[in-house]
């Protein structure tokens, strides 16, 4: 199934206080963004909640406010 669209759906009303997230290495570019920005339509995350995105080492990753 499309993760993604789960999460943006969330039909099951889940709220988690930590999400882990694991996907493939070999997923297409922009998975990360399109993935946090479901948890957050979806309503996913509780308040102070936590998200861990696995990615591989060779990726790299800058953060932006």
Same mark, same amino acid.
């Given at each position: 199934?499309? %993760?993604? $669209?789960? *999460?943006?759906?969330? $039909? %099951?009303? !889940?709220?988690?206080? !930590? !999400? !882990?997230?694991? /996907? /493939?290495?070999?997923? $297409?570019? @922009?998975?990360?963004? +399109?993935?946090? =920005? %479901?948890? @957050?339509? @979806? =309503?996913?995350? +509780? /308040?102070?909640?936590?998200?861990?995105?696995?990615?591989?080492? *060779?990726? @790299?990753?800058? $953060?932006? %406010?």
């Amino acid at each position: 199934g499309d %993760a993604v $669209a789960f *999460c943006a759906e969330n $039909a %099951a009303g !889940i709220a988690a206080d !930590i !999400i !882990i997230v694991d /996907p /493939p290495y070999d997923v $297409a570019a @922009g998975l990360l963004e +399109k993935t946090l =920005h %479901a948890i @957050g339509t @979806g =309503h996913m995350l +509780k /308040p102070n909640g936590l998200v861990l995105y696995e990615i591989t080492r *060779c990726v @790299g990753f800058v $953060a932006s %406010a």
